[in-house]
């Protein structure tokens, strides 16, 4: 079995770190897709990342963006609902049971597509906007926030199916999904 490690960077620049993360989050969906690849591994890998990565920009980065005025409220609203639908998305990819099946394939496409949208629309409405107008010092204490929560978070094992499963409930009672698609029981 491949066994993924993922890095786990305490300094740098806060919009460097969350592109790498980016990058890393790429290459795991690009091995889910590879029949040649342990996907199972590359899965469990991803799960904690996406779920660690994502947490922690919405309680350390997002706020303190927007209290210095480098996004607004609704950017960080807007971020913190692609959060809540690309979780939803990996509850399904986790819900799969195997790895060479059409509905884990389904849940890939589907996870795929959310995150490469989020991803997408982050990179250019959040990290450019803190590489523009954010000074130096301020990316460097968001990077030393933001790493501490992700790293603490990774370290728990915040991806399993039950993490998961209440993170995506939580986001329903918060108003962050539509709440007419929230599946019974
Ligand atoms: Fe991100
Ligand atoms: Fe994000």
């Given at each position: 079995m491949t066994s993924y490690s993922i890095p786990r960077p305490t300094a740098g620049d806060i919009t460097d770190l969350i592109a790498a993360d980016h990058r890393l989050l790429e290459d795991l969906m690009r091995d889910m897709r590879?029949?040649?690849?342990?996907r199972d591994a590359a899965r469990a890998a991803f799960s904690d990342l996406l779920v660690a990565h994502s947490e922690a920009e919405e309680e350390t980065v997002y706020p303190h963006l927007k209290s210095k005025k480098v996004i607004d409220g609704e950017e960080q609203e807007h971020g913190d609902k692609e959060h809540a639908a690309t979780n939803e998305a990996l509850l399904h990819l986790l819900q799969?049971?195997?790895?060479?099946t059409q509905k884990f394939e389904d849940a890939l496409e589907e996870v795929a597509e959310v995150l490469n949208h989020h991803i997408g629309e982050e990179e250019l409405s959040i990290l450019n906007p803190a590489k523009e107008d954010a000074s130096q010092d301020l990316r460097e204490s968001l990077a030393e926030a933001w790493t501490s929560k992700r790293n603490s978070l990774l370290d728990s094992g915040c991806g399993t199916l039950e993490s998961v499963e209440k993170i995506v409930k939580k986001a329903y009672d918060d108003g962050?999904?539509?709440?007419?698609e929230q599946p019974e029981g």
């Amino acid at each position: 079995m491949t066994s993924y490690s993922i890095p786990r960077p305490t300094a740098g620049d806060i919009t460097d770190l969350i592109a790498a993360d980016h990058r890393l989050l790429e290459d795991l969906m690009r091995d889910m897709r590879d029949s040649e690849a342990d996907r199972d591994a590359a899965r469990a890998a991803f799960s904690d990342l996406l779920v660690a990565h994502s947490e922690a920009e919405e309680e350390t980065v997002y706020p303190h963006l927007k209290s210095k005025k480098v996004i607004d409220g609704e950017e960080q609203e807007h971020g913190d609902k692609e959060h809540a639908a690309t979780n939803e998305a990996l509850l399904h990819l986790l819900q799969a049971k195997g790895t060479d099946t059409q509905k884990f394939e389904d849940a890939l496409e589907e996870v795929a597509e959310v995150l490469n949208h989020h991803i997408g629309e982050e990179e250019l409405s959040i990290l450019n906007p803190a590489k523009e107008d954010a000074s130096q010092d301020l990316r460097e204490s968001l990077a030393e926030a933001w790493t501490s929560k992700r790293n603490s978070l990774l370290d728990s094992g915040c991806g399993t199916l039950e993490s998961v499963e209440k993170i995506v409930k939580k986001a329903y009672d918060d108003g962050l999904l539509p709440n007419d698609e929230q599946p019974e029981g």
